[in-house]
């Protein structure tokens, strides 16, 4: 039992209550001791189960560890970590806590070994990250974190009804590999998806995630979509329908991050994108293609992270978000544009960086299949991924916009360095990396055919990116996406009918009323007190009445009897 | 600014020459042909750029289109 009590993810919750009460530099050791703890439980996590309980008769694992889950709870702490160093300075009080609210959950989620513990984590990553959106406390950032909630709310609902279905068919809660085949599996499924941010239901990210404060984002990007690719490389490895879903993740992503002006909007429509990446390798579901989508998202938390304090740096120092209101940082910025250089390296997979060792596992396990269109497309949306690592093209060269920011605070940079640090040294000596993946795989990612090959794709991608650079002009723009269905004309149009039914409705209403009350008081002044039909007579009247009617009865009997 | 693009149109040249001195492992027969990947990298993103551009010129909004 005290290994149950070692729980990574607890651990960072309880952190996220002490911290809540802390000031100064006891809040700050906190903020760094916790995720670091957190790391070194979850670094030596022993495979098998760590805790069991009964819940309404059912035998739960709310603590159990294995390969796959310890990778995820690995990079989630160092994530923590990470992010933790670079919020130190944000004044925000509520952020931190919630982050860890959140990251503790997410871990919560990895470890679970059954259902009914994943769904409980699952909505607690839900409220924590909707705090986190709340500490930006700006209004946009307020209606942002609504509709966030709204997606994830009915999404956990579809969780939960799924998993009912699935214990009411199995009778077991158990977390095991599933096939898309009945009920229960399509609702757990679609669930897992809502917060993959698989399209059309991807519109949340790109909404809610730019919203979020210069730090907030740096952890919102990292849990909630790798938390369910986690749960579909464990619940449903080898589903067919998540290639083509993990394809249109990847272009749509592309697509939407070419016309995006806002900086952190950008690298939230490439959050889409390389999940998609991960979502198509869970499809793929050989053992190589299972490894590489787990790498590639050991390696994207990292590099993601690193683009978003690049940006979030950017914007702490100037408060501007648009690529149109930024430019020449470079100048008075350089730790921040190297670091930002080396996020998007790493995110085009570019040789010695941690993006070459891993994403093209998934590509090489579509090759191995003899998947030829799958492959065709991996290659084309590789090549396409290095056009929005034209993020610190915008912000950091494209003109100069006049501001001469300078680099921001020491810890913010120290977070930067780690992460560049670990881009870099991940890519030169994946080892450990590869020693931590789930599934026995062989794959050497330094070949010369491999280098040759990716350079050129990326170099001619890089020409086409500066050659036709007039098209990629940012303009004070946004690119309508499904979330328009909820935030435009559809909404507006739901809201008319709305309001002209309530507006009917009260119109009805008040003439019922009006009819009742004239009804009633024509009631009262025939039936009311001293009313004609119901007032009180005197007994003496009614003697006489009584013996008027005798008397008339008396006198019928003399003449008719005579 | 000169520089720049010379050295990057070495560096584009080194990249398709590199390919005469590797022994290349294609995994399809259509990614073993010279400079594949170098055609179809410029192709692809072109094609992207192009499609984005048509799909901006219909759904692109001003960015207070939700304010209003």
Same mark, same amino acid.
């Given at each position: 039992?005290?290994?149950?009590?070692?729980?990574?993810?607890?651990?960072?919750?309880?952190?996220?209550?002490?911290?809540?009460?802390?000031?100064?530099?006891?809040?700050?050791?906190?903020?760094?001791?916790?995720?670091?703890?957190?790391?070194?439980?979850?670094?030596?996590?022993?495979?098998?189960?760590?805790?069991?309980?009964?819940?309404?008769?059912?035998?739960?694992?709310?603590?159990?560890?294995?390969?796959?889950?310890?990778?995820?709870?690995?990079?989630?702490?160092?994530?923590?970590?990470?992010?933790?160093?670079?919020?130190?300075?944000?004044?925000?009080?509520?952020?931190?806590?919630?982050?860890?609210?959140?990251?503790?959950?997410?871990?919560?989620?990895?470890?679970?070994?059954?259902?009914?513990?994943?769904?409980?984590?699952?909505?607690?990553?839900?409220?924590?990250?909707?705090?986190?959106?709340?500490? %930006?406390?700006?209004?946009?950032?307020?209606?942002?974190?609504?509709?966030?909630?709204?997606?994830?709310?009915?999404?956990?609902?579809?969780?939960?009804?799924?998993?009912?279905?699935?214990?009411?068919?199995?009778?077991?809660?158990?977390?095991?590999?599933?096939?898309?085949?009945?009920?229960?599996?399509?609702?757990?499924?679609?669930?897992?998806?809502?917060?993959? %941010?698989?399209?059309?239901?991807?519109?949340?990210?790109?909404?809610?995630?730019?919203?979020?404060?210069?730090?907030?984002?740096?952890?919102?990007?990292?849990?909630?979509?790798?938390?369910?690719?986690?749960?579909?490389?464990?619940?449903?490895?080898?589903?067919?329908?998540?290639?083509?879903?993990?394809?249109?993740?990847?272009?749509?992503?592309?697509?939407?991050?070419?016309?995006?002006?806002?900086?952190?909007?950008?690298?939230?429509?490439?959050?889409?994108?390389?999940?998609?990446?991960?979502?198509?390798?869970?499809?793929?579901?050989?053992?190589?293609?299972?490894?590489?989508?787990?790498?590639?998202?050991?390696?994207?938390?990292?590099?993601?992270?690193?683009?978003?304090?690049?940006?979030?740096?950017?914007?702490?120092?100037?408060?501007?978000?648009?690529?149109?209101?930024?430019?020449?940082?470079?100048?008075?910025?350089?730790?921040?544009?190297?670091?930002?250089?080396?996020?998007?390296?790493?995110?085009?997979?570019?040789?010695?960086?941690?993006?070459?060792?891993?994403?093209?596992?998934?590509?090489?396990?579509?090759?191995?299949?003899?998947?030829?269109?799958?492959?065709?497309?991996?290659?084309?949306?590789?090549?396409?991924?290095?056009?929005? %690592?034209?993020?610190?093209?915008?912000?950091?060269?494209?003109?100069?916009?006049?501001?001469?920011?300078?680099?921001?605070?020491?810890?913010?940079?120290?977070?930067?360095?780690?992460?560049?640090?670990?881009?870099?040294?991940?890519?030169?000596?994946?080892?450990?990396?590869?020693?931590?993946?789930?599934?026995?795989?062989?794959?050497?990612?330094?070949?010369?055919?491999?280098?040759?090959?990716?350079?050129?794709?990326?170099?001619?991608?890089?020409?086409?990116?500066?050659?036709?650079?007039?098209?990629?002009?940012?303009?004070?723009?946004?690119?309508?996406?499904?979330?328009?269905?909820?935030?435009?004309?559809?909404?507006?149009?739901? %809201?008319?009918?709305?309001?002209?039914?309530?507006?009917?409705?009260?119109?009805?209403?008040?003439?019922?009323?009006?009819?009742?009350?004239?009804?009633?008081?024509?009631?009262?002044?025939?039936?009311?007190?001293?009313?004609?039909?119901?007032?009180?007579?005197?007994?003496?009247?009614?003697?006489?009445?009584?013996?008027?009617?005798?008397?008339?009865?008396?006198?019928?009997?003399?003449?008719?009897?005579? | 600014?000169?520089?720049?693009?010379?050295?990057?149109?070495?560096?584009?040249?080194?990249?398709?020459?590199?390919?005469?001195?590797?022994?290349?492992?294609?995994?399809?027969?259509?990614?073993?042909?010279?400079?594949?990947?170098?055609?179809?990298?410029?192709?692809?993103?072109?094609?992207?750029?192009?499609?984005?551009?048509?799909?901006?010129?219909?759904?692109?909004?001003?960015?207070?289109?939700?304010?209003?």
């Amino acid at each position: 039992m005290a290994s149950a009590l070692a729980h990574p993810g607890l651990l960072l919750v309880a952190a996220a209550l002490a911290l809540a009460a802390l000031e100064g530099r006891a809040r700050a050791a906190l903020a760094l001791a916790a995720p670091a703890g957190a790391l070194a439980l979850a670094w030596n996590l022993e495979e098998g189960v760590h805790g069991r309980a009964d819940f309404l008769g059912l035998a739960l694992v709310p603590f159990a560890a294995d390969a796959l889950s310890r990778l995820f709870a690995i990079v989630f702490a160092l994530m923590a970590f990470c992010g933790a160093l670079f919020a130190l300075n944000q004044e925000r009080r509520a952020e931190l806590p919630a982050a860890f609210l959140y990251a503790g959950s997410a871990i919560g989620a990895v470890l679970a070994g059954d259902l009914l513990t994943l769904f409980v984590f699952w909505e607690a990553m839900a409220v924590g990250s909707t705090l986190v959106l709340w500490s %930006a406390a700006t209004p946009s950032a307020y209606r942002a974190s609504l509709r966030y909630l709204m997606v994830h709310l009915a999404g956990g609902t579809l969780l939960l009804v799924g998993i009912a279905a699935q214990v009411l068919e199995t009778g077991s809660a158990a977390f095991a590999p599933m096939r898309p085949e009945g009920f229960a599996q399509w609702l757990i499924l679609a669930a897992f998806l809502v917060n993959a %941010a698989a399209w059309p239901l991807s519109a949340w990210l790109p909404d809610a995630y730019p919203e979020a404060s210069w730090s907030g984002m740096v952890f919102l990007s990292a849990f909630t979509t790798k938390t369910a690719v986690y749960a579909l490389l464990r619940g449903f490895p080898g589903a067919e329908i998540l290639v083509p879903v993990g394809l249109v993740m990847v272009f749509y992503g592309i697509v939407y991050a070419l016309l995006e002006n806002d900086m952190r909007r950008i690298l939230a429509y490439s959050i889409v994108n390389k999940v998609g990446f991960m979502v198509a390798g869970a499809g793929i579901g050989t053992p190589m293609a299972l490894n590489g989508a787990a790498a590639h998202a050991f390696t994207h938390i990292l590099y993601k992270a690193l683009l978003l304090m690049s940006a979030g740096s950017v914007l702490y120092r100037t408060g501007r978000r648009l690529c149109t209101d930024l430019g020449g940082l470079w100048r008075s910025m350089p730790l921040t544009c190297a670091c930002g250089i080396v996020g998007a390296l790493s995110s085009s997979s570019f040789p010695l960086t941690s993006g070459f060792v891993s994403k093209s596992m998934i590509g090489q396990a579509a090759a191995e299949g003899h998947l030829f269109v799958v492959w065709m497309l991996f290659a084309a949306a590789s090549a396409g991924v290095f056009l929005h %690592a034209g993020f610190p093209w915008f912000v950091f060269f494209q003109k100069d916009s006049g501001l001469r920011p300078p680099d921001p605070p020491w810890n913010m940079r120290a977070a930067m360095l780690l992460l560049a640090a670990l881009c870099i040294g991940l890519g030169i000596a994946y080892g450990p990396l590869y020693a931590l993946l789930p599934y026995s795989a062989t794959y050497e990612p330094y070949t010369a055919w491999h280098l040759v090959a990716q350079l050129q794709l990326l170099l001619f991608s890089g020409l086409a990116f500066f050659a036709m650079l007039g098209w990629l002009k940012r303009t004070r723009t946004i690119t309508l996406d499904t979330d328009w269905l909820w935030r435009g004309a559809p909404a507006r149009a739901v %809201a008319r009918t709305a309001a002209a039914c309530a507006a009917a409705f009260a119109t009805a209403e008040a003439r019922l009323r009006a009819g009742l009350r004239s009804a009633g008081a024509q009631a009262r002044r025939l039936h009311g007190p001293q009313a004609p039909l119901a007032r009180t007579w005197p007994s003496g009247a009614i003697g006489i009445g009584v013996m008027s009617l005798l008397l008339a009865l008396l006198l019928s009997y003399y003449l008719s009897g005579g | 600014m000169r520089l720049a693009w010379t050295l990057f149109a070495l560096a584009l040249a080194a990249s398709v020459a590199a390919q005469l001195f590797v022994a290349a492992e294609p995994h399809f027969a259509l990614e073993g042909l010279f400079a594949f990947h170098a055609v179809y990298g410029f192709l692809a993103c072109a094609g992207l750029i192009v499609f984005a551009k048509a799909l901006g010129a219909l759904l692109k909004r001003r960015d207070d289109y939700y304010d209003g």
